[in-house]
């Protein structure tokens, strides 16, 4: 069992940033790849960016590419999201997501475990 806990969301500016971090209880962590969605006021919720369990290459939506980076701290069983450049359609709550594989992440945009989000509005 792997429990998620988001923090870091927020109101802040277009152009202004924002990290947020996902701490993962449970011993296990270092084999679960992670994730962070995203889900906007009446909008599906949609793939943001996930990384494997070594922090191997990271992948993005095309929407953040570039502008997110997804990182993770295996020690400290967290993984961040660091938000640049942020627009207003980044406004959404944002999701943390760990899964035994990354293809079930950045494909498949499921995963066996999620967190509770963390509300990020940009304000025009």
């Known amino acids: 069992q792997v429990q998620l806990v988001e923090s870091g969301g927020g109101l802040v500016q277009a152009g202004g940033s924002l990290r947020l971090s996902c701490v993962a209880s449970g011993r296990t962590f270092s084999s679960y790849a992670m994730g962070w969605f995203r889900q906007a006021p009446g909008k599906e919720r949609e793939f943001v960016a996930a990384?494997?369990?070594?922090?191997?290459?990271?992948y993005y939506a095309d929407s953040v590419k570039g502008r997110f980076t997804i990182s993770r701290d295996n020690a400290k069983n967290t993984v961040y999201l660091q938000m640049n450049s942020l627009k207003p359609e980044d406004t959404a709550v944002y999701y943390c997501?760990?899964?035994?594989?990354?293809?079930?992440?950045?494909?498949?945009?499921?995963?066996?475990?999620w967190g509770q989000g963390t509300q990020v509005t940009v304000s025009s």
């Open positions: 990384i494997s369990w070594s922090g191997g290459t990271p």
């Open positions: 997501a760990a899964d035994p594989q990354v293809h079930s992440i950045r494909v498949v945009h499921t995963a066996y475990y």
